[in-house]
């Protein structure tokens, strides 16, 4: 399979590049570095079948050539990271929509299959407004509630959510072949801390043993997903086809608060510094809104593809510490 994955030197992205590589698709990947680093792609430079070509997903001159070229595009490019949203807006806004114009349109022009990567984003402060007793989780079809245009977080989730309006109408009007996956919070090695990403975070202050920083009360439920079963969904999603035209959660239904997510990470750390509370508004500027809950219902992608979460949060956990003690803090 000829293969090219966009936003491909992210930490996803190049996990998901090793692994189709190693089951011998030919690979492009396509990224701009802004978040992306090309030390993710070390073990693959060079070898038989791998390429990477540094440019942006709404640019049509890059784009076309290497679509033209593709059976397979995994579509990951986008801003990422809440700190980097807030702090860029427009170009937030503007990657994401030109890029899934570009995106979608060469790729139905040139009959490839893409896979679009959303997020939970879309979804807002459903969970939150519709169930006040915190007993369900986010199910596709639940409706999405969202806040004032004055805040910028919404505009990403907006932006994504047209991202799947976009592809959606051209499956329907044109039996465009394409995927949908809404991302939870997925984590792993490699995962930038830069824009506030929660678990490296966490365990780059725990390892320096300076205080975890916890925005809130920390009261407020996340739940997390680790890289390999995000890249292992994803890739049998794509060869499915009965995913064509359809939308999935992907992410783990097991919650945890920040609060006890902190506790884990020092304990696996080794520290014993105490957290230190922050307000919202001093992290990431005015009107900004959080949500209490944001777990995923994956009742859909286990029908689909038999889907099951092989690490706990506790091993999701060690493995970033064992990450970051070896590249990042290696004398720690």
Excluded: C
Aim: hydrophobic fraction near 40%; glycine fraction near 8%.
């Amino acid at each position: 399979m000829k293969v090219l994955i966009t936003g491909g030197a992210g930490f996803i992205g190049s996990r998901l590049a090793e692994l189709l590589h190693s089951h011998g698709d030919e690979i492009t990947v396509l990224d701009n570095l802004s978040t992306g680093r090309k030390e993710n792609l070390a073990g693959l430079e060079g070898k038989t079948g791998f390429r990477f070509v540094l440019g942006n997903v709404a640019d049509r001159s890059t784009v076309e050539p290497l679509v033209a070229q593709a059976e397979h595009v995994y579509h990951l490019a986008a801003p990422v990271g809440v700190k980097r949203i807030m702090d860029h807006p427009v170009l937030t806004i503007l990657d994401n929509v030109r890029g899934a114009d570009v995106m979608t349109e060469t790729a139905h022009k040139y009959g490839a299959k893409m896979l679009v990567a959303s997020t939970s984003e879309v979804y807002g402060r459903s969970l939150d407004l519709l169930d006040p007793t915190g007993t369900r989780k986010l199910a596709e079809e639940d409706y999405r509630i969202e806040g004032s245009t004055q805040n910028h977080r919404w505009a990403y989730a907006n932006t994504k959510a047209l991202d799947e309006f976009l592809a959606l109408a051209y499956y329907k009007e044109f039996g465009f072949q394409t995927v949908i996956v809404r991302f939870f919070n997925t984590v792993g090695p490699r995962q930038l801390s830069d824009y506030g990403m929660v678990i490296p975070n966490f365990v780059r202050r725990a390892l320096r043993k300076e205080p975890i920083e916890i925005y809130g009360t920390g009261e407020q439920k996340r739940s997390f997903l680790h890289v390999n079963d995000a890249i292992r969904a994803v890739v049998a999603l794509m060869n499915e086809p009965a995913a064509v035209g359809q939308v999935f959660n992907l992410g783990n239904p097991e919650e945890i608060t920040i609060n006890e997510l902190a506790r884990k990470v020092m304990a696996v750390a080794g520290s014993d510094v105490p957290p230190v509370y922050k307000d919202y508004q001093s992290a990431y500027g005015k009107g900004f809104e959080d949500m209490n809950r944001r777990t995923a219902d994956i009742t859909k992608i286990r029908a689909a593809i038999g889907f099951e979460i092989t690490y706990s949060i506790e091993e999701i956990i060690a493995d970033v510490v064992e990450y970051e003690r070896s590249v990042v803090y290696a004398n720690v």
